[in-house]
C-alpha cells in the first residue's frame, strides 16, 4: 500500500466552525481538492446551506464561501496507507493525524467541530483529544453523516436534513459580503 497524505487545511483565521473528514478519497488526491467525486454529497449540501450552486461555481468560489461562513476544513488524518478510498481501507498502524494544536492556536475562534463520518470521529477522539490541547475540552464535537457514496444507508436528502439541521443555526452567514452571491 502507498502512503497518502491529506491537503493543507482551508480556513481563515476568524473560522468559528471545522468541518473534518478522515482522508480524502483516490478522486480527491487525484485532483488535488476537498470532495472532488461526483457523487460526493459535501458540495451539494453546503452549496444550499451558503446559497450557491456546486455545479456553476468554481471550486475557489466554493472555498471562498466557506471562508465568509467561518467554515474552515481539513482531515484528521495527515497521513496513511490505504488501498482505493474506503475509511474501512485505512491501515491502522501507518495513521498519522494533523497537527491540530498549531491549527488550534492559529484559529483560536473555533468552538464546533463537525466530523463527516465515523472514522474521523473515531480518529480524532482517539487521537487527538488526549493530546491537552487548550480549549479543545470546550469545544462542541459532533458527528455528521458521512457524504461519501460509500454511505449508502441514507439518501441525499436524510444527510442533507442532518447536515442543516446540526449547521445552520452555527452558520455565520454574511450573504450581503458573500463573493459568490454577488457575482
Known sequence: MTLIYSFPPIA???AEILILGSMPGQVSLDANRY????????WPIMGELLS???????????IIALKSARIALWDV?????????????IESA???????????TQHAQIRHVFFNGAKAEVCFRRDVL???????????LTR?????????????????DQWQERL????????????VLSA
Open 35 to 42: 470532495y472532488a467525486h461526483p457523487q460526493n454529497a459535501f
Open 130 to 140: 488526549n493530546k491537552n490541547i487548550p480549549g479543545l475540552r470546550q469545544m462542541h
Open 144 to 160: 455528521l453523516p458521512s457524504t461519501s457514496p460509500a454511505h449508502a444507508m441514507l439518501s441525499f436528502v436524510q444527510k442533507r
Open 12 to 14: 481563515d483565521p476568524q
Open 77 to 89: 488524518l495527515q497521513s496513511c496507507r490505504r488501498q482505493g478510498s474506503l475509511d474501512s481501507s
Open 52 to 62: 450557491f450552486d456546486p455545479a456553476v461555481v468554481s471550486y475557489a468560489e466554493k
Open 94 to 104: 501507518s495513521q498519522r493525524v494533523n497537527d491540530f494544536r498549531l491549527f488550534f
Open 168 to 179: 445552520k443555526s452555527k452558520l455565520v452567514l454574511r450573504h450581503c459580503c458573500n463573493p
